[in-house]
């Protein structure tokens, strides 16, 4: 693979699909700019508040983001890189953007409400409860894990001096954008400035919280400390203006992640232009089943008890030795199998789609969108370059983590990575090494900064979308949060939402949110897809033409309902194996069982959605009048 020549393919592949067809479904969908959005309708100063197209862009990106596009292709590069870069290219420009876009346009015609109102009011009362149920459980564990995540980010643990000074940085680092953030929300409020004046100075400012985090980083709290930080963090973050905060700091990060595209550019085009990157040893394709199994030289990677790593010497396996050709001498059945933790297994369909999500398609995307991106738009104009370009820059990035896993191939292969993140920033370092070795070092650690960082903007973002969702449940159809009383008025009331949301968020990733996790991809793609049938239903009943979302829609639910089908067949094999083989599983026997249960539960909710989705989609052909005045 010649790393340079994929890059630039795909960003002339993905610039076309957004001029060509993101413009043809703004034309299809009736996007007019003539329109007040709710921005201004509802405006109230915390929630609905206009910004800038290039503002509200920076917390849509910063939100979406994360390191979603990383470690998705880093993960399914097992299946070899034309997999990989195909879902990203047609997954990013006829699945993802499209859903991202319609996702934002629906909610922006809503009154700046989420799907689950859009699901509401284009299906039934019962399909919405059903979907706010299931998307505030998905966010909960969004909030668990990204917490976990940061902690651990920030956290120090006394073990290796080298992490706990990184740690440290990133976690001063980050204090500084808050800060900066705060700053920077109060300065301009209700001021103009011209946009290449706000560029320039987000991007002093992005400079100064960098340097003065690297050189001052006194503050060393371990994981757990950080974890009741950030539960602080999170109840104040959502609940405050989203000018103060949300805004002017996921705008202020954008640039961070900008500067990393521009920086793996850099170094991919360089190290093509020098040769080193222009013939990668990643595979075109490896086959209909992809293996998380350590290989070099043909053979497995063993370890001994105490982690040390032997290499087979060819296929054969004659004989194992340690990278530095220390001689195993005992039986090799006394080694076991080590594990690539950076990559995935299992059938290309479904894993391929399920593992990449971010890139080609996420669900997640489609709350951020309707949440918190839908009441800041200033005009719908801004819809198509904020919802569908927005998702292209993250396939754009996909296809960067895809060049770097293709550098460090044999590395990566060899389980030599402990996260994609590390493959990501080892790649791309490494390329821009080849041409400017004394700048390696420092990109590495910028590298592992920016895809740190953005985990803290995706954590508080979910918190506020969780805090929506958990409001609009006790809210019947017809009425509104101003309206409640008794119970209802208590549940819906936004500080006690978010109490609740952040007590379950957090707890659950203080105890054990990994127990689960490995469902959350099936669960993430699920409201993808119901997502594409929400917004499918919603244009129908518009009377717009809603035909580009039926194969999408398709797609996703067989992908999800084969993976959900694949984990319910081996949850059940591994009971019927006996005691010892769930004792090997992450929690035990109960740890199998939840995952049962919850599979199942998707896996039936899938169905009852798509049937009640289904009826709409497929039924009278008569326009609601009160959507298509809408």
């Not at 920086?263 to 998380?292: E, H, K, M, Q, Y």
């Not at 396939?395 to 044999?410: D, E, M, P």
């Not at 449940?473 to 208590?490: C, K, N, V």
């Amino acid at each position: 693979m010649n790393a340079m020549l994929l890059l630039v393919v795909a960003a002339i592949v993905l610039v076309v699909g957004y001029v060509g067809y993101g413009k043809w479904l703004s034309k299809e969908w009736g996007i007019d700019p003539s329109r007040p959005t709710p921005a201004h309708e509802m405006a109230d100063g915390v929630d609905y508040v206009a910004a800038p197209p290039y503002v509200v862009l920076g917390h849509h990106f910063s939100s979406i983001a994360g390191a979603g596009p990383i470690n998705g292709p880093i993960q399914a590069a097992v299946f070899g890189w034309v997999p990989v870069a195909l879902w990203v290219i047609i997954g990013g420009i006829f699945f993802g953007a499209m859903h991202d876009f319609g996702a934002l346009f629906s909610s922006i015609r809503h009154k700046g409400q989420t799907l689950a109102i859009v699901v509401r009011d284009n299906m039934d009362n019962t399909a919405k409860t059903l979907f706010t149920i299931f998307a505030y459980l998905t966010l909960v564990l969004v909030v668990a894990a990204f917490a976990s995540i940061v902690a651990g980010t920030f956290g120090v643990t006394g073990a290796d001096a080298a992490t706990d000074d990184r740690n440290a940085t990133t976690a001063s680092i980050s204090i500084f954008f808050i800060l900066a953030a705060v700053i920077w929300g109060l300065a301009l409020r209700g001021r103009k400035i011209p946009g290449a004046v706000n560029i320039a100075l987000a991007i002093v400012v992005l400079v100064i919280c960098v340097a003065a985090g690297m050189a001052f980083h006194p503050i060393a709290l371990p994981a757990n400390t950080w974890m009741w930080v950030l539960a602080v963090y999170i109840l104040i973050a959502s609940l405050a203006p989203v000018w103060i905060l949300l805004q002017p700091r996921d705008y202020l990060s954008s640039y961070l992640l900008y500067g990393m595209i521009i920086l793996a550019f850099i170094g991919i085009v360089g190290a093509g232009l020098n040769g080193a990157a222009s013939n990668l040893d990643i595979p075109a394709f490896t086959g209909f089943t992809g293996s998380n199994a350590a290989m070099a030289n043909g053979a497995p990677v063993l370890a001994d008890a105490d982690g040390v790593k032997y290499y087979a010497d060819s296929a054969a396996a004659t004989v194992y030795a340690t990278a530095d050709g220390q001689v195993y001498t005992g039986a090799i059945e006394e080694l076991t199998k080590v594990v690539n933790k950076a990559g995935a297994s299992g059938y290309l369909f479904p894993a391929l789609f399920i593992t990449i999500a971010c890139g080609a398609i996420s669900g997640f995307h489609s709350l951020v969108a309707s949440g918190t991106t839908s009441k800041q738009i200033d005009s719908e104009a801004h819809a198509q370059p904020i919802g569908y370009g927005g998702m292209l820059i993250e396939s754009l990035l996909a296809i960067i983590s895809l060049c770097a896993v293709g550098y460090v191939w044999t590395k990566y292969q060899a389980g030599d990575f402990a996260a994609p993140t590390a493959v990501f920033a080892g790649g791309l370092s490494g390329m821009l090494g080849t041409f400017a070795p004394q700048f390696e070092a420092v990109a590495y650690q910028l590298l592992i900064l920016a895809v740190s960082a953005f985990c803290l903007t995706s954590l508080d973002t979910a918190t506020r979308l969780a805090r929506y969702m958990f409001q609009e449940l006790w809210i019947p159809a017809g009425e509104s949060l101003e309206t409640m009383t008794g119970w209802r008025a208590t549940l819906s009331n936004p500080y006690v939402a978010t109490v609740i949301t952040v007590i379950l968020g957090i707890g659950l990733g203080m105890t054990g949110y990994t127990i689960i996790w490995p469902l959350f991809g099936a669960a993430n793609q699920l409201l993808a897809a119901l997502a594409l049938l929400a917004v499918a239903t919603w244009l129908k009943n518009m009377g717009r033409n809603n035909k580009m979302f039926y194969i999408p829609m398709v797609f996703m639910l067989c992908v999800t309902l084969t993976s959900l089908f694949f984990t319910i067949q081996q949850k059940i094999n591994l009971f019927g194996a006996g005691a010892e083989a769930l004792a090997k599983q992450a929690g035990g026997a109960a740890g199998v069982g939840a995952q049962l249960v919850i599979a199942i539960l998707l896996f039936v909710l899938a169905i009852v959605l798509t049937v009640r989705g289904a009826k709409t989609l497929f039924g009278s052909n008569e326009v609601k009048q009160d959507q298509a005045a809408a």
